[in-house]
């Protein structure tokens, strides 16, 4: 009986030690084919300006966040493309584009008749306002900014709005939002002009504590959308992998996330699941 017994445990032995040994050899071999299938995948890159709260910034890591960044993912994911986010400067954003540096660019890029001399526009994913802040208190309209000292980040249909409607206002330009932010705390500047949804989003830090919107949000019809180079077939790519994730609820899921306040979602306009480019 012992050896019967000894052999029974030997075979269960034998038996359990086969099966450990198959596992990871299973799992070693899904990986292998998972890694396989995503690097068959064609790859891209897409860059952003990590300074525009909420859209992409950084955290405290240095890792990229912001609506921009997971709208990003979900598109790559949707279009069957494999992506890389990338950081650059505001200013050499579309220079980097047409010299081939990436694919594509998310930074809150406003689809204008001048940018589509030199690049082209997928369907916009934002609607964007344009407000004026200022210290609370202080300058409490926003008819008249002659005579005053205005922050804007240049390059932006924010500067563009100032310098057409307010010509006697002086323009004091910045590479990077948070430049211009500066600025106004230290009282370099009377009041700031900018997107709504990152101005809506500093005012509700300690920084922005003493300040407030001046006038009502200004509707300029800007639509946000993603750049890319002329005649590139990612348009259409990436077009139709927007509408599916405005169909299937995503990019609703994603706005949330960044709007959920309900002044950003009324002031800073995003776009619906039926909303189209021109």
């Known amino acids: 009986m012992k050896k019967f017994s000894f052999a029974l445990t030997a075979l269960a032995t034998l038996i359990g030690l086969t099966a450990c040994t198959q596992k990871p050899t ?32 950084k955290d405290a890591d240095g890792k990229l966040i912001g609506f921009e960044i997971d709208l990003a993912e979900a598109l790559c994911q949707e279009a069957k493309v494999k992506c890389e986010v990338i950081s650059q400067d505001w200013d050499g954003l579309i220079t980097g584009l047409q010299s081939q540096k990436y694919h594509a660019i998310m930074a809150g890029m406003s689809d204008s008749a001048e940018r589509r001399k030199v690049v082209a526009f997928s369907d916009p994913y934002f609607i964007n306002n344009l407000m004026i802040i200022g210290k609370k208190g202080v300058d409490k309209g926003a008819d008249d900014l002659a005579g005053k000292n205005v922050a804007v980040q240049r390059a932006t249909v924010a500067l563009e709005y ?37 101005a809506l989003s500093w005012l509700k830090t300690p920084k922005g504590g003493n300040y407030e919107i001046k006038g009502e949000p200004i509707n300029i019809n800007d639509k ?47 776009v619906g699941p039926t909303t189209t480019g021109q």
């Open 224 to 270: 946000i959308a993603i750049a890319f180079r002329q005649n590139d077939p990612l348009i259409g790519q990436f077009n139709s992998a927007l509408a599916t994730l405005k169909a299937n609820g995503t990019y609703d899921k994603i706005r949330q996330k960044y709007f959920a306040d309900t002044s950003l979602n009324s002031m800073a306009s995003t």
């Open 162 to 198: 100032l310098e057409k409607n307010f010509p006697k206002a002086t323009a004091k330009s910045y590479d990077t939002q948070e430049n211009a932010y500066l600025d106004l705390e230290a009282g370099r500047a009377d009041l700031m002009i900018s997107d709504s949804a990152p």
């Open 26 to 57: 299973e799992h070693a071999q899904n990986t292998t084919e998972s890694t396989a299938a995503d690097n068959d995948l064609p790859q891209i890159r897409i860059a952003t300006e990590s300074s525009f709260v909420p859209f992409s910034f």
